[in-house]
Each structure stands twice: as structure tokens, then as C-alpha cells.
């Protein structure tokens, strides 16, 4: 099977995850503070907070702006359900905002369109969480300046995005967001097994998060309400999470984050093959960029649902792992449940129903490329296109 991502680890990955295993620390040591700062620095912002995994990092991310009930986080549909989620689990409301047909972000004239009539009817956002679709940054610009109009908080979804860049700096920079997120679940740019970090050039928000991640435990004699017995002291300053991050996956990350420019440049190279090659099938391709980390490369096909699913069902059949990314939020049942139906978000929809995701990671051959092309192309003639 050749499948749609994978994570791609050598000896070096290998022997640093090793050396933690035979260290003094397995978790709370020296390699998770060491990723982080590797981490800020390729990143070129001032703090990383490094948990668990990327939902982790959305969840505190949204309880450090103090998201809670009775406010409203809008998000894009055409991402995976934690993007929402984050939001519901402080008891916030949660709304979207459709996608752009080309980028497959967050549209910015929807976006203008939908501030405009919140604010109008006075309820705006507390928070927007963009979402870096496939690696390929949201226009992060335009989007802060519509957000700072009204004074709402923005948290940028960039689980699939380490490695690319927007508007000349590195996506997680946070020039135009309050803290963004990344992922290294096995399929993602790198990987630390699971793992996410949160990103910030605000100080008290990094302490917070820190803080969070661990319980909302301190040992800072500065936040405690009553001064520390000793050096053993510590208290819990408010209700946090057990998040942390193992040195054990941190060893792993900050390992694969030295070969992030690598992977990047491998996925970019696979992603002009493809571009290249199925230029003559009827297919709607992804636009063409050279700052996003392509995460995913998927493609949109021709005719109805089942077509989809009939060339879905033949490349698995065949050996070719192939994927759809994303089923717009809305339409999840639990989503349904809170009022949402079917044509709320006709643009994610319509680009669901079309969707397919062919393989693509840094490993994956030339020969085995051809032959998930070969395939689609075979196939896409059954089909009578």
C-alpha cells in the first residue's frame, strides 16, 4: 500500500530518541525546552509552549484568550473537527466562515461579509481560527486587519503548515495572530510520534499556557497568592490539563526539525510532478505555490459523488492509500445537532463532494508517484472523462 502520508525517519531520529531513553529524563527534562526554542527560532517568535498534540494546543490556546460560554470562535468547515472542537470544549459557540474555491482557506471577502452583519447585529467573535489548509497559508494579512477592526482574537490552525512561509516570514511568526499551532502527528511536515506546540510573541500568554499544560500549577513565587514554604512549594494558580510533552517526543522532534527544509523542498518537488503530469486529466489541481509546506496535495475531480467513490474504492483496491480531506465540519452529526445543515457553507461543500488526496511524504518515489498517476488516469478513463 502505498499510503497518502507518512512519517519519514532515519538513524539520526532514531539514535536522538535513544539517547532520551538511556538519559536521566524521560519527561519534564532538558529536550522539550530545547525543541521549543529550536522551534521560536526557525520560527522567528519570541515563545513555544510545547503538549501533548495540536488539539491540546488549540484547547489552551483558546482558554489563554479566556474563550468562554457565551462567546463565539468562527473557524473554516473544510478542516478537521478539532479546529472546532477547541472552542465547544471551553463552552464557546461555534460558527464558520466558507472557504475561498481556489485556496480552499478561509475566503476573506465571506469573512468581511460575516463581520460586517455580526457586528451590525452585535455579536461578533471573540476569536478566529484560521486554518492553513494543506500547508498553504490563509491570507493571514488581510485577515488580521479585518479581525483588529473589532478588536477579535485570532489563534492560526497551522497543523499542516510548519516549514511554509507568508508574506516573506515563517508561518507561526505570529505577526499576524495571537498564538499559532502546530502538529506532529506521524502524518504531518515532522513528527514528534504525537505532539503540538503553541506559539506567541506575548509573554503572559506563554506563561499561561505553560502553566495550563500542567495543571495549572506554578512555582513562580510571583503568581502565588501566599508565599512559598520552600523550595519544594508549588500551587495551583487555576484548572489546567495534564498536556506535557514527553522528552522522549521531543527528542524525536527536535531531530526531524532538522531536516524540516529537506521534507519541504521533497514535498515541493512531488507536488510540481504531480502538477506537471496531471495537467491534461480533467481534474481541478491545487493552485501552485512556493510557500506552502504541502502537507496535502488533493485534487478535485470531474462528475458526481459516486464517481468519487467508485475511483476512491478502485486506487485502495489497487494499493494506493488515497484520502478526502476534509468533510466540512458543519455536516458532522454532533454539528447538525447545534443547528447546522447542509448548504450553510456551499463552497467547502461543493469542494468536498469532488475531493480526493493522493499520496504524498517526503519518501514516496518518483516510481511509485508514476504509479498512483498512472492509476488515476486509468481510472478517470473508465469513468468515461
Known amino acids: 500500500m502505498i499510503p497518502y502520508g507518512r512519517q519519514s525517519i532515519d538513524e539520526a531520529d532514531i539514535d536522538a530518541v535513544v539517547a532520551s531513553l538511556r538519559s536521566a529524563w524521560l519527561t519534564q527534562g532538558p529536550q522539550v525546552p530545547a525543541f521549543e526554542q529550536a522551534v521560536a527560532k526557525y520560527c522567528q517568535c519570541a515563545h513555544a509552549v510545547a503538549v501533548s498534540n495540536a488539539t491540546a494546543a488549540l484547547h489552551l490556546a483558546c482558554l489563554a484568550l479566556d474563550i468562554g460560554p457565551g462567546d463565539v470562535v468562527w473557524t473554516s468547515p473544510n478542516t478537521f473537527v478539532a479546529s472546532a472542537n477547541c472552542a465547544r470544549y471551553c463552552g464557546a459557540e461555534v460558527d464558520f466562515v466558507d472557504i475561498d474555491p481556489d485556496t480552499l482557506n478561509m475566503s476573506v471577502p465571506a469573512l468581511a461579509d460575516k463581520l460586517a452583519a455580526a457586528s451590525q447585529a452585535g455579536r461578533l467573535p471573540k476569536a478566529i481560527i484560521p486554518v492553513h489548509f494543506s500547508g498553504r497559508s490563509c491570507d493571514m494579512k488581510e485577515i488580521a486587519r479585518l479581525a483588529r477592526q473589532h478588536g477579535i482574537h485570532i489563534i492560526e490552525d497551522a497543523s499542516h503548515a510548519i516549514g511554509a512561509s507568508h508574506a516573506g516570514r515563517p508561518v507561526g511568526c505570529c505577526e499576524y495572530s495571537d498564538i499559532t499551532v502546530f502538529s506532529f502527528h506521524p502524518v504531518k511536515i515532522i513528527t514528534s510520534g504525537e505532539g503540538g506546540m503553541a506559539l506567541t510573541g506575548n509573554p503572559e500568554i506563554a506563561a499561561r499556557l505553560t502553566r495550563l499544560r500542567s495543571h495549572g500549577i506554578s512555582r513562580d513565587p510571583s503568581v502565588m497568592t501566599s508565599p512559598p514554604d520552600g523550595d519544594w512549594y508549588y500551587q495551583q494558580i487555576e484548572l489546567g490539563f495534564n498536556y506535557r510533552m514527553t522528552d522522549i517526543q521531543a527528542a524525536l522532534g527536535l531531530s526531524q526539525l532538522a531536516k524540516l527544509a529537506c521534507f519541504v523542498e521533497r514535498r515541493r518537488q512531488l507536488a510540481e510532478r504531480y502538477t506537471k503530469h496531471l495537467a491534461r486529466l480533467p481534474l481541478i489541481l491545487p493552485m501552485a505555490s512556493d510557500s506552502s509546506a504541502w502537507h496535502l496535495y488533493v485534487v478535485q475531480l470531474p462528475g458526481s459523488a459516486d464517481c468519487r467513490q467508485r475511483i476512491f474504492d478502485k486506487m485502495r483496491a489497487a494499493g494506493i492509500g488515497v484520502n478526502v480531506h476534509y468533510i ?33 511524504y517526503p519518501d514516496l518515489t518518483d516510481s511509485e508517484q508514476d504509479t498512483v498517476m498512472q492509476a488515476l488516469e486509468t481510472m478517470l478513463v473508465t469513468e468515461g472523462f
Request: proline fraction near 12%; avoid cysteine; charge should be neutral.
Open 328 to 360: 466540512p465540519v458543519h455536516r458532522q452529526p454532533y454539528y447538525r445537532n447545534l443547528g447546522f445543515n447542509d448548504g450553510d457553507f456551499p463552497t467547502a461543500e461543493a469542494y468536498y463532494r469532488h475531493a480526493l488526496t493522493l499520496p504524498l
